[in-house]
């Protein structure tokens, strides 16, 4: 299993759009998201918003994946669900998700033994 991680800023006044946006895919569009995440190796997603000093939003992201390109799959997949997902995450992020995340430094992984 892959662990992808990454922050994304969210454009100041879209955080209810990708509230709104994750409500849908957990929801009414769920067996069609379910089945293009499976198609791309993906086993679970997770979203954060934490508030910034200055009043904006990061986006926090977690995903788990059979390898370290499946989320690049799902957001460059043709399927209708992911183009609908880039728009809309265009829309919130003001960056194309279907490129690359920017580079992330994992600086700490401390496990405490039994």
């Known amino acids: 299993m892959t662990e992808i991680v990454f922050a994304i800023p969210v454009v100041r006044g879209k955080e209810e759009l990708d509230?709104?946006?994750?409500?849908?895919?957990?929801?009414?569009r769920r067996a069609e998201y379910e089945a293009a995440l499976k198609d791309a190796g993906i086993t679970r997603q997770a979203v954060w918003h934490q508030q910034m000093p200055?009043?904006?939003?990061?986006?926090i992201v977690y995903i788990e994946a059979a390898d370290p390109e499946?989320?690049?799959?799902?957001?460059?997949?043709?399927?209708?669900?992911?183009?609908?997902?880039?728009?809309?995450?265009?829309?919130?992020?003001?960056?194309?998700?279907?490129?690359?995340?920017?580079?992330?430094?994992?600086?700490?992984?401390?496990?405490?033994?039994?």
């Not at 709104?20 to 957990?26: F, G, I, L, V, Y």
């Open 54 to 59: 200055d009043g904006g939003t990061l986006a």
């Open 70 to 114: 499946a989320h690049q799959r799902f957001t460059s997949s043709d399927s209708e669900i992911s183009r609908w997902f880039v728009q809309r995450m265009q829309e919130v992020h003001g960056r194309d998700v279907s490129l690359p995340p920017l580079p992330v430094e994992q600086i700490l992984d401390f496990r405490v033994s039994d």
């Open 19 to 28: 509230r709104q946006t994750r409500e849908e895919m957990a929801g009414a």
